[in-house]
């Protein structure tokens, strides 16, 4: 029903920024959560950020101040800056939709998943 197509990964030095995006295509139900997860080895998968179509945000305490999560509704993508990377931000990097209730659908989408490695 839903793909997304994550971009953006790399190799960066800590202290420096890297750029994640990702687009949906598919049947996309307007009403929305887009996000990001990440998954280091031998970790959970846990939220690092999430915005609403409505425009709405929310950032796991380990991030704040230092990423900053945007979309374009028109464009289905979803935007995560990475800034002042440290060595324990290191995983896989997954998006997420999640359809609004009223879309009928329980299901949540997820991406392959893109890899950040920050060296110290």
């Known amino acids: 029903q839903v793909q997304l197509a994550e971009s953006g990964g790399g190799l960066v030095q800590a202290g420096g920024s890297l750029r994640l995006s990702c687009a949906a295509s598919?049947?996309?139900?307007?009403?929305?959560?887009m996000g990001w997860y990440r998954q280091g080895p031998g970790k959970q998968r846990d939220l690092v950020a999430a915005?609403?179509?409505?425009?709405?945000?929310n950032y796991a305490d380990s991030v704040k101040g230092r990423f900053t999560i945007s979309r374009d509704n028109a464009k289905n993508t979803v935007y995560l800056q990475m800034n002042s990377l440290k060595a324990e931000d290191t995983a896989v990097y997954y998006c997420?939709?999640?359809?609004?209730?009223?879309?009928?659908?329980?299901?949540?989408?997820w991406g392959k998943g893109t890899l950040v490695t920050v060296s110290s």
């Open positions: 997420n939709l999640q359809p609004g209730l009223a879309s009928g659908s329980g299901m949540q989408y």
């Open positions: 598919g049947s996309i139900f307007s009403i929305n959560t």
């Open positions: 915005v609403t179509s409505g425009g709405s945000t």
